[in-house]
């Protein structure tokens, strides 16, 4: 009995979030545009690592100049161990359609007009939970092992929210910034479209679907109303290139691989994004956010698929200095259960069931 009347209400929620919602209508004047070097004060993201750099720490580590040749998801790779059925796709921004784009941003504007749990004070919507979970949590996942393991929780529970509160039933998008290292100005993404501009030099986005956005959270680790700017930096992002990714993906330890990926792709993406992408502590207040961790995410599984022990085992340590085991558990404050790492170290496993699209 009680059963079926959650289910009868769950089914109710889902049939009116499913509703696109506009934005909150505000005046631009009200929002304050923070000056650009606010972002970067607080405890910075790894140091961005400059390329050459990371090619003598790998050679460091191994001796060896080898880079491993990008290994493509295929199905056939995938169905041997996937324990899930109907395995959801991540798609890359380009192949995803007009249709599936507007459904993506429609459920992150319905979060973001949404009222938020109460569980964080500094959040105003559903939305900012996120980026306040982000931001509290912000000194035990990052600069250390688990970076990747907490941010692949944080993204899927992103997704589960758009889903179970949004009514998204559509595939993820993932972003190759591969494909734009240097140029991400010319991604559609960045386009009057969809996410707005880049190249602002710290000014506040007016243009794209999220124009005009106010944020409550960060940055750093308090909180100001501010807007959502960008100070977009092709040379920065140049470094989110391919042979970055695979020389990161060319350490057969994880923790190699993942120091890597850290300080290499992920810290220059969010540098050369720049302003709230920047601020180690509210950048999941961009909406790009998503796109860039799913890239993140996406060259972690790459990585993994290279050797089915990488889904089985974890090497490492905690910000703490304690090693990281396949117990140990992977927590976002109650937004979603608590797992441990053997359960989403493979994405095709049971918790999460997804795949990339290649
Ligand atoms: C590589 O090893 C050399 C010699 O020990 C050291 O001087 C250098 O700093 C190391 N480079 C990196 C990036 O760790
Ligand atoms: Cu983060």
């Keep these: 009995m009680r059963s079926s009347i ?5 089914a109710l929620v889902a049939t009116v979030a499913a509703i696109p919602q506009e934005l909150p209508k505000v005046n631009l004047e009200s929002i304050p545009k923070l000056p650009l070097n606010i972002f970067a004060e607080t405890p910075k993201f790894k140091e961005p690592v400059p390329f050459e750099v990371a090619k003598e720490k790998f050679r460091n580590a191994t001796g060896s100049d080898a880079e491993v040749k990008r290994e493509a998801i295929t199905d056939s790779h ?5 324990t899930c059925s109907n395995v959801r796709v991540r798609t890359e921004w380009d192949s995803y359609s007009d249709s599936d784009r507007q459904a993506f941003v429609d459920a992150i504007k319905c979060l973001m007009g949404r ?3 109460g569980q964080f004070s500094q959040s105003k919507s559903r939305y900012e939970d996120l980026v306040a979970l982000h931001q509290t949590l912000t000194p035990n996942v990052h600069g250390s092992d688990k970076f990747l393991i907490w941010h692949r929780y944080l993204t899927w529970t992103f997704e589960d929210m758009l889903r179970s509160e949004c009514g ?7 972003f190759d910034e591969t494909r734009y290292a240097g140029k991400f100005a010319q991604s559609s993404i960045f386009s009057d479209k969809w996410f707005g501009g880049i190249a602002l030099g710290g000014n506040c986005v007016t243009t794209g679907q999220f124009a005009n956005l106010a944020i409550n959270v960060g940055p750093g680790s308090g909180n100001q109303l501010h807007c959502l700017a960008r100070a977009g930096d092709g040379s920065k992002t140049a470094n989110c290139n391919a042979a970055y990714v695979n020389q990161c993906n ?6 190699g691989m993942a120091d890597c990926a ?10 050369g994004i720049g302003a709230v992408m920047q601020d180690v502590y509210a950048s999941p207040a961009d909406p790009v956010f998503w796109l860039h961790h799913a890239f993140i995410d996406r060259n972690f599984r790459i990585w993994q698929n290279a050797n089915s022990a990488r889904t089985t085992s974890i090497s490492g340590n ?26 989403i170290l493979d994405t095709t496993g049971t918790t999460l069931c997804y795949k990339y699209n290649y």
Excluded at 78 to 82: D, I, K, N, P, W
Aim: cysteine-free; overall charge neutral.
């Design 6 to 10: 959650i289910s009868a209400s769950l």
């Design 78 to 82: 995938l169905s041997a161990r996937a």
């Design 115 to 117: 009222g938020p749990s």
């Design 168 to 174: 998204f039933n559509r595939n993820m998008p993932w």
């Design 250 to 255: 060319a350490f057969s330890d994880f923790h």
């Design 262 to 271: 850290e300080g290499g792709p992920h810290a220059w993406g969010h540098n």
């Design 318 to 343: 905690d910000k703490a200095g304690n090693a990281l085991t396949l117990d140990t558990t992977v927590n976002v404050y109650d937004m979603r259960p608590t797992v441990r790492i053997r359960d």
